[in-house]
C-alpha cells in the first residue's frame, strides 16, 4: 500500500488526535472512544502536517498539492484555502493568537499568511534546501525553521532578522519550542536530538 500516516498532533482538550496521510487525507480521532470521527478531503496530493489552532475547533493541513486548507473540525467542512507555494509544503505552524500561519516547503521558501484576510503577508527564501519543519515560538515573534542543510534557522518574523543555530551533522527533520517558550528541541537525521536555550 502506497499511503501511511506521516504525523499526528494532539489537540488542547487531550480527548482528540489529527493524523495527516499520503492517502491525500487528514483525520481526526476521538481518543476516548478510540475511533475517526471526520476525515477530511480536500487536497489532491499527500497531506503532510497538520496543526490545531490554539484552544479551538480549527485544524490547519498542508500538501504536496501546494495548498493550506483551514478546516472547523465540528463540521468537517474546509473554511479556507491559501495559495501561493509553488512547491510541495512540508510543515504549519500557527502563532499562538491564531492570527497567523506559518509555512515551510521542499524548496526552503517559508511563507507567512493573514489567517483572517487569508493572504501572504511575508515570504523568506533559505533555497535550495528544503525546509522540513516550521514553529512559532509562544511569543509569535520567532520562528524556527529546521532545514536539509543541517542548520535551524531562526526568524525574527517583526524584524526580518535570521540567525542559525549550528550543531547537528545531518537534515533537521523537526524543531518545537517547550511551552515557555525558553527551549528548543530539534531532531535530526544524524540520530541525535539537541536542545537549544
Known amino acids: 500500500s502506497r499511503w501511511y500516516q506521516r504525523r499526528v498532533r494532539g489537540h488542547h482538550s487531550g480527548n482528540l488526535l489529527a493524523s495527516c ?3 491525500n487525507t487528514a483525520k481526526l480521532f476521538d481518543i476516548v472512544s478510540e ?4 476525515t477530511f478531503r480536500r487536497h489532491s496530493d499527500s497531506v503532510n502536517s497538520t496543526t490545531f489552532l490554539p484552544y479551538s475547533n480549527i485544524l490547519c493541513t498542508c500538501s504536496a498539492d501546494k495548498t493550506i486548507s483551514v478546516w472547523d473540525i ?3 467542512l474546509c ?11 512540508n ?4 502563532n499562538i493568537q491564531g492570527s497567523t500561519i506559518a509555512s515551510c516547503d521542499a524548496y526552503g521558501i517559508v511563507k507567512l499568511w493573514d489567517v ?3 493572504v501572504e503577508i511575508d515570504s523568506f ?3 535550495p534546501h528544503p525546509a522540513n519543519s516550521v514553529v512559532f515560538d509562544t511569543s509569535g515573534s520567532c520562528l524556527a525553521v529546521a532545514s536539509n542543510d543541517g542548520n535551524i534557522k531562526m526568524l525574527e518574523v517583526e524584524k526580518n532578522k535570521v540567525c542559525e543555530l549550528f550543531g547537528h551533522k545531518d537534515s533537521v527533520q523537526a524543531a518545537v519550542f517547550n511551552r515557555n517558550g525558553e527551549m528548543l528541541i530539534s531532531a535530526s537525521s544524524d540520530n541525535t536530538v539537541r536542545v537549544w536555550s
Not at 510543515?91 to 500557527?94: A, L, P, R, T, Y
Request: a positive charge; aromatic letters at 12%; hydrophobic letters at 30%.
Open 21 to 23: 496521510s499520503m492517502d
Open 35 to 38: 475511533r475517526c470521527r471526520c
Open 74 to 76: 465540528r463540521t468537517g
Open 79 to 89: 473554511a479556507q484555502t491559501f495559495y501561493g507555494h509553488v512547491n510541495s509544503i
Open 91 to 94: 510543515s504549519i505552524s500557527f
Open 116 to 118: 483572517r484576510q487569508v
Open 125 to 127: 527564501i533559505f533555497e
